[in-house]
């Protein structure tokens, strides 16, 4: 294990970036800690075949920082922190591998909590708390909470209705068409929120077996060839609920929708896009205030597991996400960057409490 330093690390603000590497297990992974000012950094661990060590790289940097802002937005008492291990999860994973990562997350005393994300799940990190104490994300026959998906989807499902209410005056998804690009743990279970309240769906995904899941459980939603068949459809709502990166230059200036809110991290796929969004008059409700729900299940995981407390928390998604679509409003600036100013001031103004000595 190593610390890294270089110009990537010290451009993007990292407090650390450690490297994680075991031979005879095969165990190639990156933690990434962006800021503890509030607390020990918290957020999953992606396993996922990159294609490049520099791709990982990025991705960790992108991930944890995001983790931060949501946090902080979320009201935790915790820093921002990622993982990836760099492999195929379906051929790669072993339980020494797993404890070989465990060990390593173990030997940063507390300053990271790892959870699951994609790649990763509940029985994986079963086996990770075999060798930490700093895993959170558990399953409930091990004291945990279960799958975070729940809350995730739960918390879109309340910055949806915000957006929804900010632009059509209604807090409610009824008689809107929805077009949800991603039925994996999180947007199937926002599909079923969605048609629960009254709305019409439009999805795609890459894996058959989502889509043969879609067809059987839910037949009346409609489904489409892929991402791009998505955003050009006729939806009134998009909700990337994948990989990150979906709003880029292409994919903006092609969307009907009228409002963003997903599930996915990181969809804005460069600096500006947000600027880009507004211009064209589409609402983005910002994805790390709206997929908190996952990172504030996983939280209260550490205090003593309670679901109604945890989805009482989750529900405020609804009351930020608002507070930030009218505080954009107010100061004529895209709601990522009114998001972020929240954030920002917060982890200044809580972190600086920690300067205060305690004997």
Request: net charge negative; charged share 25%.
């Amino acid at each position: 294990m190593g610390v890294f330093a270089n110009e990537d690390q010290e451009s993007s603000g990292h407090e650390q970036v450690v490297f994680c590497h075991d031979k005879p297990t095969g165990l190639k992974a990156i933690i990434g800690i962006y800021s503890t000012a509030l607390g020990p950094a918290l957020g999953g661990t992606r396993f996922y075949p990159y294609a490049t060590e520099d791709d990982a790289l990025r991705d960790v940097l992108d991930l944890s920082r995001g983790m931060a802002y949501k946090n902080a937005l979320a009201g935790l008492d915790h820093g921002g922190g990622k993982a990836v291990i760099w492999g195929d999860p379906e051929q790669g994973k072993s339980e020494a591998l797993l404890r070989a990562y465990g060990r390593f997350v173990q030997s940063l005393n507390g300053r990271y909590y790892t959870a699951c994300d994609v790649g990763t799940y509940v029985a994986d990190m079963d086996v990770v708390a075999r060798e930490t104490r700093f895993v959170t994300g558990r399953s409930v026959e091990h004291g945990g909470a279960g799958d975070s998906s729940i809350l995730t989807a739960w918390g879109v499902f309340q910055g949806m209705r915000a957006a929804a209410e900010h632009m059509w005056g209604t807090p409610t998804l009824a008689g809107r068409r929805v077009g949800v690009a991603g039925l994996g743990k999180v947007g199937k279970v926002l599909t079923r929120h969605l048609l629960e309240d009254g709305a019409a769906v439009v999805a795609t995904d890459v894996s058959e077996k989502a889509l043969a899941w879609a067809r059987e459980t839910y037949p009346q939603v409609d489904l489409v060839a892929d991402a791009d068949a998505l955003i050009t459809s006729d939806i009134d709502v998009y909700a990337p609920c994948a990989l990150g990166g979906a709003l880029n230059d292409d994919s903006v200036a092609a969307l009907r929708a009228k409002v963003v809110a997903g599930g996915a991290n990181n969809q804005l796929a460069h600096p500006g896009i947000e600027k880009v969004l507004a211009d064209r008059g589409i609402l983005y409700a910002p994805d790390y205030v709206v997929n908190a729900g996952g990172v504030i299940q996983v939280a209260d995981e550490i205090e003593g597991f309670n679901f109604e407390r945890a989805k009482l928390r989750a529900n405020r998604i609804y009351d930020t996400t608002r507070d930030i679509l009218r505080l954009a409003d107010a100061e004529g600036v895209p709601p990522a960057v009114a998001a972020d100013r929240l954030a920002e001031r917060r982890m200044a103004e809580v972190g600086r409490l920690r300067t205060i000595h305690l004997a």
